[in-house]
């Protein structure tokens, strides 16, 4: 069911790789509220992918760029903007990767020309995306911007890896740029700090099965789904959320205000002798 949310709004959004992609469900149902918008991706990520398939369901744009990659990014925002007719209203960064976890490089022997690239992809491109569009102009006044975050940025979780320091970074480029595009422009900027999910980046993180289950057991709601995230980018892309900005706002069905539930302690109990020596 649409509540017209975004009516006449026009959008960007970075991320969707497949049908699992969150990003792919906020395009979905942005379209179903009434936005037009344009996707994009790596030229790598288009061939391996199914992004047209998404352009063509909901009459968006395609364009390609890296979001590492400022003249990439300044050449997206100009077209987008000839493209939708107008500047945006709600921007998504929703994108993350990491190749010490791809190549199963441990937090105590990360190669660092890969951490540089962790940082550059999953946070330092959220401030290239910030900044270019500050530079063009190319957000309208009370416009929304959202990327996508994990509770790793403020508590360790095994195998989450270099990706814990990107979010933490993440989360303060998004207050150190919502100071000033909400002081100059009246522009917000929040993160979504989401439960974990199932989808390309989250099945690379190490034992994410377990993680997910663990994550389900501990949070009174259970675990916040890529449908009910994309519900979520919508409300916070509406005008009716216009004075939330610089926060980074838990998607986690309670998960982050939880030391231990009773359905995690049943599965620690039934482990407890098995698992003694545990490190
Ligand atoms: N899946 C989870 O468990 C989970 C939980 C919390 C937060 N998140 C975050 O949600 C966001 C979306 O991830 P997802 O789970 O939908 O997985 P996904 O793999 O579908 O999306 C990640 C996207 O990042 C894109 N990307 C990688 N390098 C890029 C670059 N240089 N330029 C532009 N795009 C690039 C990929 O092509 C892909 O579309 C990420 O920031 C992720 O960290 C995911």
Not at 180 to 205: D, K
Not at 235 to 263: C, W, Y
């Amino acid at each position: 069911m649409s509540h017209n949310l975004l009516e006449g709004k026009r959008g960007l959004i970075f991320g969707a790789l497949n049908e699992s992609s969150i990003a792919w469900k906020v395009a979905e149902l942005a379209h179903q509220e009434g936005a037009n918008f344009v996707l994009t991706n790596t030229p790598v990520a288009m061939r391996m992918g199914t992004i047209d398939e998404l352009a063509a369901r909901t009459g968006s744009f395609v364009i390609p760029a890296d979001a590492t990659n400022v003249a990439d990014l300044e050449r997206l925002v100009k077209e987008g903007m000839e493209k939708l007719g107008g500047k945006f209203d709600f921007v998504l960064h929703s994108i993350g990767m990491s190749p010490n976890v791809r190549k199963g490089r441990t937090y105590d022997d990360l190669d660092y020309d890969y951490f540089d690239k962790t940082l550059d992809i999953s946070a330092i491109s959220f401030h290239k995306i910030l900044q270019v569009c500050w530079k063009l102009d190319a957000i309208n006044e009370w416009g929304s911007v959202l990327a996508l975050s994990y509770i790793a940025a403020q508590r360790t979780l095994y195998g989450y890896n270099d990706m814990a320091d990107a979010k933490a970074l993440l989360e303060s480029i998004s207050r150190s740029f919502g100071y000033i595009y909400g002081r100059e422009r009246r522009v917000r900027i929040n993160t979504i700090s989401q439960s974990p999910t199932m989808t390309t980046a989250g099945s690379g993180v190490m034992g994410f099965d377990a993680l997910l289950d663990f994550a389900d057991r501990m949070s009174p709601l259970g675990n916040a789904s890529a449908d009910e995230c994309a519900s979520f980018c919508i409300t916070m892309f509406s005008d009716l959320t216009r004075k939330i900005t610089m926060q980074n706002l838990f998607h986690d069905g309670g998960f982050s205000s939880m030391g231990m539930s009773n359905r995690a302690m049943a599965v620690y109990n039934k482990n407890l002798e098995e698992c003694k020596d545990c490190k």
